[in-house]
């Protein structure tokens, strides 16, 4: 039997975000969400956490293209003018190696990050980054160090099965190091991530399709479908996710023929607490 983790990020990040989770977690096939616990939504998203008893809720880890939670101006290494978090991921990696102070600061507000999601009560399903930030081997270090802390036992694994480009095999080397770092620092992960390259596209089609491919993935590898759905569109995203499909993302989770799929496969959703 395939194990498969239907995960839907920005949890938190507006209203419309929130009100899909929970449709479909309800009535869907939806088993985990990712939380971002500075985002605007946050403790809407939380009321909402609790009372649905079969979500699991992760922490999506904020460092880059979001705001920070803490005051801006503890955090001048990582944040522009704006007070905000810089959007140029290749920019904010350099920073990590080269700027003072830049590695402490972010120590620092990824340890308000989880002091902030264990002060909702919810139990720490896993941990991901936003924009998977932490492939960059900094990141991913001080992740490991602020979560063991927190008794963190999951990370997402961002390793797309068989796929040249951005998604897949040019991000072979950073996928199998954050592997062999997970593993040796006793973190669970998923084996895959399933829907990379389909990042904000994610309709009933698509996962009907990546559904075909995980289960022809090898043994009984462990599979992370990821979404990002909304009721409607959002000004929160108008400057960095414009032509995702987030109702279409949600109908996929909702959809009959997904949920007939996954029993003919005889797929088991889990979480990545289950791992």
């Excluded at 023929?257 to 005889?266: F, Q, T």
């Amino acid at each position: 039997m395939k194990r498969v983790i239907i995960t839907a990020d920005d949890f938190g990040m507006a209203v419309a975000v929130n009100e899909a989770v929970e449709i479909a977690c309800r009535d869907g096939i939806l088993t985990t969400a990712s939380l971002m616990v500075g985002a605007g939504a946050a403790e809407d998203a939380v009321e909402r956490a609790r009372r649905l008893p079969r979500l699991r809720v992760g922490l999506h880890v904020v460092l880059v293209d979001g705001r920070p939670l803490l005051p801006p101006d503890r955090l001048p290494a990582l944040v522009g003018d704006d007070g905000a978090f810089r959007r140029d991921l290749m920019a904010a990696g350099l920073r990590c190696f080269f700027v003072p102070g830049a590695r402490r600061q972010m120590e620092q507000e990824l340890r308000a990050q989880f002091s902030a999601f264990v002060a909702t009560g919810l139990a720490l399903d896993h941990v991901n980054a936003h924009n998977h930030f932490h492939l960059h081997p900094t990141v991913l270090g001080l992740i490991l160090k602020v979560g063991r802390e927190f008794g963190m036992g999951a990370v997402r694994l961002p390793r797309e099965p068989g796929v040249a480009g951005p998604g897949g095999l040019a991000l072979t080397p950073w996928t199998a190091l954050m592997r062999v770092r997970l593993r040796q620092a006793g973190i669970r992960c998923n084996d895959y991530l399933l829907g990379l390259s389909q990042t904000g596209v994610m309709t009933e089609p698509v996962v009907l399709a990546l559904l075909e491919q995980a289960g022809r993935l090898p043994g009984r590898s462990v599979s992370e479908l990821y979404f990002h759905p909304a009721t409607r569109h959002c000004s929160e995203w108008t400057g960095t996710m414009p032509d995702y499909d987030h109702r279409g993302e949600l109908q996929a989770l909702i959809s009959p023929r997904v949920r007939v799929a996954l029993e003919r496969r005889g797929v088991e959703l889990i979480a990545f607490s289950d791992l």
